[in-house]
């Protein structure tokens, strides 16, 4: 599964960015020590990933709109064997933190003026983690695809400008 959230700016002309945070748990399915032959296959994978998003927002009819983006950033991702007889007694996790990178489709309806629900797709592409923590060595080639469902508020209602402040009338000379 995975929970994520972001804040960010929208520039107008269809252009947006965010800060996003993703946290994903994933089950492993295999993983053996660096001799190859003790394996275990109860191995818990989270992540906890940090990306700066650029979006571009059109609109595809009535209240639905599209978006399509990429973003960067870093991807924390922790090994934990579970089990008092992971990897021969050795259950310390092991983490790294890798350069990521992110590409997002994502679909909204507009059910209120300040109110969206979207559905989006993110395809994450990290560096290889590298981990170890003594006994126990991983190495892995690690990539997500994850289908998210939300809500967006809009912190600022759209809409004209406010009024310029009234001029200050000059002092009377006389």
């Not at 109860?42 to 992540?47: C, I, N, S």
């Not at 507009?110 to 990290?126: K, N, P």
């Amino acid at each position: 599964y995975a929970v994520g959230a972001a804040v960010g700016y929208d520039f107008g002309n269809h252009w947006r960015a965010e800060f996003e945070v993703a946290y994903r748990r994933n089950d492993m399915g295999l993983a053996c020590k660096a001799t190859g032959n003790d394996c275990t296959a109860t191995v818990d994978l989270w992540e906890l990933s940090q990306m700066v998003n650029v979006l571009y927002d059109f609109d595809i009819a009535g209240n639905w709109s599209a978006a399509v983006g990429a973003g960067i950033g870093g991807n924390l991702v922790v090994v934990s064997p579970r089990g008092s007889n992971a990897f021969n007694g050795n259950s310390v996790q092991s983490d790294d933190y890798v350069l990521a990178g992110q590409v997002i489709a994502q679909v909204a309806y507009q059910f209120s003026s300040r109110w969206q629900a979207y559905l989006d797709y993110h395809y994450v592409l990290t560096e290889d983690p590298s981990m170890s923590n003594g006994e126990v060595g991983v190495e892995m080639e690690k990539s997500d695809h994850t289908l998210m469902r939300g809500l967006r508020f809009d912190l600022q209602r759209d809409g004209a400008a406010p009024p310029p402040p009234a001029p200050t009338p000059e002092p009377v000379k006389g």
